[in-house]
Structures are given as C-alpha cells and as structure tokens.
C-alpha cells in the first residue's frame, strides 16, 4: 500500500496565478490551514506579465497583490486610424516572478513543491510523476484553461518582447492598443507598457478564431513596430507568447462537470476570466479572496462553493458574450478593428466598468446603439447562431 509522503489541508495542483493568490490570501486570512502548492516548472507563476486596471480591483485585492505589482501607471493610451485618446485610469503590472518570491516568503517550505510533475488528481489528493503521493483535506486544479467541447472561444493571441533601447522611448505610460497596424489573422493591435525610461514590453497581438500562433513571425512583427515607432532595440530582455481564451457562448455547468466532483476547478479552469478581453488578473484575485472567506475550507464545502460562484459569474457576463458573438461570428475579420475603435471612443467612465465587468444597462445600451459596424441582419444572425 502506498503511503502519504506528506498531508496538507488544503493542496493546490498548479503553480500558476490563480493558485499563487489563493495560497497568499490563505495564509493571510487562514494561517491556521496548512497550504500545499505543486508546479512541474521551476518556478512559480511561470514567465508571465499580469496586467490590470486599478479601478478593477477592491481595497481589499490591491492590498493582497501589493507585493507582486511592479509598475502602476495613472493613464494609458488608445491609438486608432481615426483617433488617439488618453483615458485617466490607472493601470498596473504584476510579474510572476513576484508571485514566486511572495509565496516563498508567504508559506513554508516544505509547502512549495517545485519541478514535479502530477500523474493522478483525486478529492483526496494527488500521484506525483514519481510515485509519491501527498494527501489533502482538499485539492484545487489550477492547471489552466483545458480544451472544452462545452464552451465556444475566440482567441487573444500575443507575442512579447521586453526590450532595452539605445534611446529613451518617450512615453509617459502605456498603450494599451495601437490598431494602426495591418490587420492581420482576425484583429491586430501592439501592446506597450513602459518600464523604465529605456526598457518596454512591446507585444503584438491579435483577436483571432483559430489557436495557430507562428511564434517567429509575429516576434519579428515587433521588430518592425519597435522600427516604425523610432525606438532601435539594445538588446531582448525577455519573451513571452500566449494564447488566451475569449468567450463567447456554452454551456457552464457542462464545462464545469468535466472536472471530477470534489477536485475543485479554480482559474481559467473554471472559465474565471473577462470574456471580452481574456483578462484574468481581476478574477484571480476575487477568486482568492472568496476561498479564503469561506466559512467552511473542507473539499467538498470548496468545491461546492467555487462551482456555484463560477456559475453566478458566468451569469453576470452574458453581455460580453454576446459583443464576442457580434465580433467573432458576425463581423468579418477586416470589420472587427472598426467596432473595436467605436466601442473605445466611448466615454473613459464606461470604459473603466467595462474592464472591470461592472457595466451598467445604460453603459449597455450605450454600446449597442448607435450606428452599427455592421450591418443589423449579420449581427442577428450572429447572435443567434450556435
């Protein structure tokens, strides 16, 4: 009979964002609940840039992921053909290896389970690559967004480059979409957020349908962008490419019961992220802090709870389910930059709920009147269809 090399309350399977903020917010808020955290990488977090808008986050969240911020901004800018903006909001960047030095500092070390792979999740706990086996009051999956015939997606698909440059680049903030680019594989724009007077992450990025990201070619798009913005690259810093889900219709419970009852599904596992902009930064820390507000931290009381709250915010975004189902199924891709530059000519105040999913009816009524980008009949069957 095998037994248990180690036993942990609650065990996190995934060292990722959303189990990297549960983990801190239970050792804040529970430090009596020994906490477990297994990753098969190196590190914790991965090799990853988190971004998020301040209004998007309580008092209460942006005391949690203090440490792990790195840059905050009071304003960012827009760029399209037709017009540029600058919105007043403040905007803010996390790095995973933050998130990996606040959990090394946060919980002990016996708890941080680095470079191993899982073989077998159950209620109880986990089979490491290796035959060990860990025990657990409860066991979350954070291993991230899993392919789902239960759920319909479009795709934010990205490249990025950290770079120095021989100059300083002049900006005074970031620019979170340039659309003054060609508009290639679906919807194209380059994402810059400013470092240091030298240093930027430049990333080129699209809003796609299918999930094929030529890594090479699209870097040297940023080469090329780097070029026509004046800036001459010293050196690379670092990458990072992604492929991010966008929602835009299914079957939530479904998805959801594709989990094994009693392994608690967290994260993008459990679709817990903007559907209209892939951003899962806001939903990882309320997520965190719900778990760790729970009254009871068994695994079926978990698992009970986080499904129900992953419905109830499923059921709270079904507008921008529908805005990706004008933008993915009914526009053509060449069309998708011109709803796009309608929707960010609106007021900053409507922006900002936007971003942080709190849109109110006449912001959505605001959004949908108007003069359409495209023609009504193909957004009602667009809407429709599925």
Avoid: C
Wanted: aromatic content about 8%.
């Amino acid at each position: 009979m095998t037994v248990a090399t180690r036993h942990f309350d609650i065990l996190l399977v995934g060292g990722g964002l959303s189990a990297g903020l549960i983990a801190l917010a239970l050792a804040r808020y529970r430090p009596d609940v020994s906490v477990g955290i297994v990753e098969q990488g190196a590190t914790f977090g991965g090799n990853h840039t988190w971004s998020s808008f301040a209004s998007d986050l309580s008092p209460e969240g942006a005391e949690l992921v203090a440490p792990i911020i790195a840059h905050r901004w009071p304003s960012y800018e827009i760029r399209f053909p037709s017009f540029s903006r600058q919105l007043h909001s403040g905007y803010q960047s996390a790095f995973s290896h933050r998130l990996h030095d606040a959990l090394v500092a946060a919980l002990p070390s016996e708890a941080l389970i680095l470079g191993t792979p899982v073989a077998a999740v159950t209620p109880t706990g986990v089979t490491l690559a290796n035959q060990q086996t860990i025990s657990a009051g409860a066991v979350l999956d954070a291993r991230g967004q899993r392919a789902s015939q239960h759920l319909e997606l479009g795709f934010q698909k990205f490249v990025g480059l950290e770079v120095e440059l021989e100059e300083p680049h002049g900006l005074e903030g970031p620019i979170i979409m340039d659309a003054n680019v060609d508009q290639l594989d679906g919807y194209r724009f380059v994402y810059t957020l400013p470092f240091t007077a030298t240093t930027a992450m430049i990333e080129d990025t699209y809003f796609a349908d299918g999930l094929q990201l030529d890594r090479a070619a699209v870097a040297e798009r940023v080469h090329a962008y780097a070029r026509s913005q004046g800036w001459r690259i010293r050196r690379i810093i670092r990458e990072e490419d992604g492929v991010l889900p966008m929602t835009i219709a299914g079957d939530i419970r479904a998805h959801l019961a594709t989990i094994p009852e009693g392994v608690v599904p967290v994260g993008m596992a459990a679709a817990l992220f903007h559907p209209a902009t892939g951003y899962s930064f806001p939903d990882a820390v309320r997520l965190a802090l719900h778990v760790a507000k729970l009254p009871n931290l068994n695994g079926a009381a978990i698992d009970r709870a986080v499904r129900d709250y992953a419905v109830e915010v499923w059921n709270t975004r079904s507008f921008y389910r529908l805005l990706n189902k004008m933008l993915f199924r009914a526009a053509y891709p060449h069309e998708r930059r011109g709803i796009l530059e309608r929707f960010y000519g609106l007021s900053d105040p409507l922006v900002k709920r936007f971003y942080a999913g709190h849109s109110t009816i006449p912001d959505k009524i605001r959004v949908l009147t108007g003069k359409p980008p495209i023609p009504i009949p193909r957004a009602i069957r667009g809407i429709l269809k599925g």
